[in-house]
């Protein structure tokens, strides 16, 4: 479906998407959670080729977070399964389309086909510029803290900006601040996402479940995003007028 474009200056450089709802889309229509998580594979593969469309720098996916691994045992299998197959089916067309696949969170306990295949994917797709993807797997927030400010307590580093050289410790080093947060599926909250990367985010939520949401439900984001006024904690005069005791420019 053709989508009209958002002009590049009001564009969020990192995008990141907490992908919520595939069980009750499932239960919803009397299906298995696992067949939830296949229906969400597809909006994924949308949201991916619709962000890299747009000319987003960076896109953040969560799909397992480090609280996920308290679920059912016959869904973390199915969730790592469908992992290892989308990696093998998504890669040639992410390689086509110039997109950087990566992976964030702690994959040591992940099966040991899927660290393969992770590690592959971030190979064959590294020299690609044009979208960066990175994809949260057992992932969590305050795990990425932790194992950043172990390293940079033990790197003794004394960087006159401390703020952006522990940025450097964290899993997502390198990349820009998110800008846009996104939940679908209902719920408010952040869930353990990227906790310190978000501090300015603007937060989105979204009542559709993650495999109903559309393109168009995408755009309608970035028109949001589009239309925010972003302060980081400045004041900045209003449309309206000048601020009382301001003189008003020429
Ligand atoms: C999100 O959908 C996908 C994962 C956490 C893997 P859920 O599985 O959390 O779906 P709901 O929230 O139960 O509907
Ligand atoms: C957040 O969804 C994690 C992912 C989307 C991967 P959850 O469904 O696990 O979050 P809670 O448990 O409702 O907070
Ligand atoms: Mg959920």
Not at 72 to 80: I, M
Not at 109 to 122: H, I, N
Request: glycine share 8%; no cysteine.
């Amino acid at each position: 479906m053709p989508v009209s474009s958002t002009p590049s200056e009001a564009l969020p450089a990192h995008v990141a998407i907490i992908m919520d709802g595939n069980g009750r889309w499932a239960e919803a229509r009397g299906l298995t959670r696992s067949e939830g998580h296949r229906a969400g594979l597809e909006a994924t593969r949308q949201a991916v080729r619709f962000f890299a469309e747009q000319g987003v720098d960076t896109l953040t996916l969560f799909a397992f977070s480090s609280e996920n691994w308290s679920r059912p045992r016959d869904e973390v299998e199915a969730l790592f399964e469908l992992f290892v197959s989308a990696i093998e089916a998504e890669l040639p067309e992410l390689v086509e389309r110039g997109i950087a696949l990566t992976f964030i969170g702690d994959r040591a306990s992940f099966p040991q086909d899927l660290q393969a295949r992770m590690t592959e994917a971030e190979q064959a797709s590294a020299r690609n510029e044009r979208m960066r993807l990175v994809v949260a797997l057992g992932y969590g927030g305050r795990w990425d803290i932790l194992q950043a400010a172990r390293r940079w307590v033990a790197g003794g580093d004394e960087a006159p900006d401390p703020e952006a050289s522990f940025s450097g410790y964290l899993s997502t080093a390198g990349l820009p601040d998110v800008d846009l947060l996104i939940r679908t599926g209902g719920e408010r909250r952040i869930s353990n996402f990227l906790l310190w990367q978000s501090a300015y985010a603007e937060l989105l939520f979204i009542e559709t479940f993650w495999p109903d949401v559309s393109t168009a439900e995408l755009q309608e984001g970035l028109s949001w995003y589009a239309r925010r006024q972003r302060r980081f904690g400045r004041v900045i005069a209003s449309a309206a007028g000048p601020e009382p005791g301001e003189v008003p420019s020429a």
